[in-house]
């Protein structure tokens, strides 16, 4: 559906200017039943403030308003460009109001005590007029014409007089007496009207009748060449009917008045004609600057487009940054599956390994016992030579069983690397686990190294004993050999949404940043040759992993490493 069926089907905007509460109530209630979207302001400044936003399609007006009166209002609307043209019904109940209103330059007045069906229609009227002058062009030749008035009445003296009245306003006028001489004037090419008088009681025609005739040539002269449509005055006897006026409305009829007071008609074809003017005015002015307005058109088009070309290129360049983050991303993924992978196969490897170490160590374990027994029992020889060499041969024998513990350590660690997921997970109390750890590893932390703990998370966790056991130890083991003299160890538990954290650090040297992608490589060691394995951290690595957590390094704030292990409880409650 197009704008302009979309604009012509929406409700007609009228602007009330009504001080009184209770008769503003009574007319907006009126009005919106009957189909207008009806806005309210409770004086004249208020509505000039209001017409600075925006203009409505009419404005119902009370002469009487605090402040700025009524015809004051008006006159500001017709002082400027935007406003001299937009219809105002002015009401009134003073019994010269009509007169001051239209002097003003109102289109129309209505008393507050006429009947509302007549207060509707000669809205509806107002609003008839009015659409049908906004979608015309503006009339060709001079800036300043005389208004074109045809006066329809079947007295000569009236025809005689009301043409005269309108004369001395400058307007050009035109008489007819009969039905067909005011049809052969309006069908004569280039007879532009700007008013019509009818008399509805006119002796030699059917005024209704040629009312409706005239409007429907009004309709199709707009319709076929889109001039302005002229406005159309019926004239009635003094006090008519209400019958008399809503069938005079119905047929076509723009505004209805009384025949006694000249004076007032011609008041009425004065506000018309003026109207119809100023609006041909605008239109002129709008002329003039159109090319003006289209050339700040394309200026403006420009602009936005090099705004739109320049929000472009930064969402580009952000879709740029987006694209690296989600590659770098990747990478770091595609590296731990790598790792992951890595670990799965050197995991099958080393439990390969110490099975086959395994067996022969335990027959050669039970095999040493016994020497060693046996070695025992061997009475003391009576020569010196003898002594020696069964106390040699003990030595020999004692340090076979240190070698072999050894070599049986290694092969428990290579099995617990190879085989972590073993045991089932209990409820561990955090705490109590990490002091146990820390008193299996007081030998090593002695009196130089100094430890802190503060417990903040959670007590318990649901895990598996070697998270805290072998992962804990290795980590606590590690940054104890890693500082030189003395120094801190610092343990504490954090307790987030989704996560349990355990962060270790110390104030060690740190591990350089080349080394930390190496760090959790299974026999990867920066110790000396014979201080380490490389299995301790590739150990804790695969428990947390088992654990579906995380076990990351940075740097602490002494300087030092600072590991912190992340267990998701999700993954507990599994």
Request: aromatic fraction near 4%.
């Amino acid at each position: 559906m197009s704008a302009a069926v979309t604009a012509a089907k929406a409700p007609a905007h009228l602007l009330l200017v009504e001080d009184s509460e209770t008769q503003a109530l009574e007319l907006r209630l009126l009005l919106e039943a009957n189909g207008f979207a009806v806005e309210r302001c409770a004086t004249a400044e208020a509505a000039l403030e209001r017409l600075n936003e925006g203009l409505p399609d009419l404005v119902v007006a009370d002469y009487h308003l605090p402040g700025m009166n009524g015809d004051e209002f008006t006159r500001q609307m017709r002082l400027s460009l935007r406003t001299r043209a937009l219809p105002v019904l002015m009401l009134t109940g003073a019994q010269d109001g009509e007169r001051q209103g239209l002097e003003s330059g109102a289109d129309a007045y209505i008393a507050k005590s006429t009947d509302r069906d007549l207060l509707v229609l000669r809205i509806r009227a107002l609003l008839r007029e009015r659409k049908a002058s906004v979608h015309s062009e503006a009339a060709g030749g001079s800036a300043f014409r005389r208004g074109r008035i045809l006066v329809i009445d079947g007295s000569a003296t009236y025809r005689t007089f009301f043409a005269g009245l309108l004369s001395q306003d400058g307007h050009a006028v035109e008489t007819a007496a009969s039905r067909e001489a005011a049809l052969i004037a309006l069908d004569t090419p280039g007879a532009a009207f700007d008013c019509v008088t009818v008399d509805l009681n006119g002796h030699t025609y059917d005024g209704r009748a040629l009312c409706r005739e005239i409007a429907e040539r009004r309709h199709a002269a707009s319709d076929a060449s889109g001039h302005q449509a002229f406005h159309l005055v019926c004239v009635a006897g003094n006090a008519p009917d209400k019958e008399l006026l809503v069938e005079a409305f119905s047929a076509g009829a723009d505004d209805i008045v009384v025949k006694t007071d000249g004076e007032l008609l011609a008041m009425r074809v004065r506000g018309l004609v003026r109207r119809r003017l100023l609006e041909e005015d605008n239109q002129r002015v709008s002329g003039a600057f159109g090319a003006r307005e289209r050339a700040l058109e394309r200026a403006r088009a420009e602009a936005e487009a090099a705004e739109a070309r320049a929000a472009l290129a930064d969402a580009l360049e952000q879709a740029n940054r987006d694209l690296a983050d989600a590659n770098r991303r990747l990478t770091d993924a595609q590296a731990k599956l790598v790792q992951a992978a890595k670990m799965a196969s050197l995991g099958e490897l080393v439990a390969g390994i110490a099975h086959e170490i395994n067996n022969p160590l335990a027959f050669i374990l039970a095999h040493q016992g016994t020497v060693e027994r046996v070695l025992g029992e061997v009475p003391e020889p009576s020569g010196d030579t003898g002594r020696r060499a069964l106390a040699k041969a003990r030595d020999r024998v004692g340090s076979m069983r240190i070698g072999l513990t050894r070599i049986q350590d290694l092969v428990l660690n290579l099995r617990k690397f190879s085989r972590l997921d073993e045991g089932e997970r209990a409820l561990v109390d955090v705490p109590e686990a990490i002091e146990t750890v820390l008193a299996l590893l007081q030998h090593k932390l002695g009196d130089r190294i100094t430890v802190t703990c503060d417990f903040s998370g959670r007590q318990q966790m649901h895990c598996t004993p070697a998270l805290l056991n072998q992962v804990v130890m290795n980590i606590l083991g590690n940054a104890a050999d890693a500082i030189p003299g003395e120094g801190t160890i610092s343990v504490s538990t954090v307790a987030e949404p989704d996560t349990d954290l355990i962060r270790i650090s110390d104030t060690g040297p740190g591990i350089p940043e080349e080394l930390r992608e190496r760090i959790f490589e299974p026999f990867f060691t920066t110790k000396p040759v014979g201080s380490g394995t490389g299995l301790g951290l590739a150990i804790a690595y695969s428990v947390v992993q088992a654990h579906s957590g995380t076990l990351s390094v940075e740097v602490a704030q002494g300087g030092g490493a600072c590991f912190v292990i992340g267990i998701p409880r999700q993954a507990e409650r599994a």
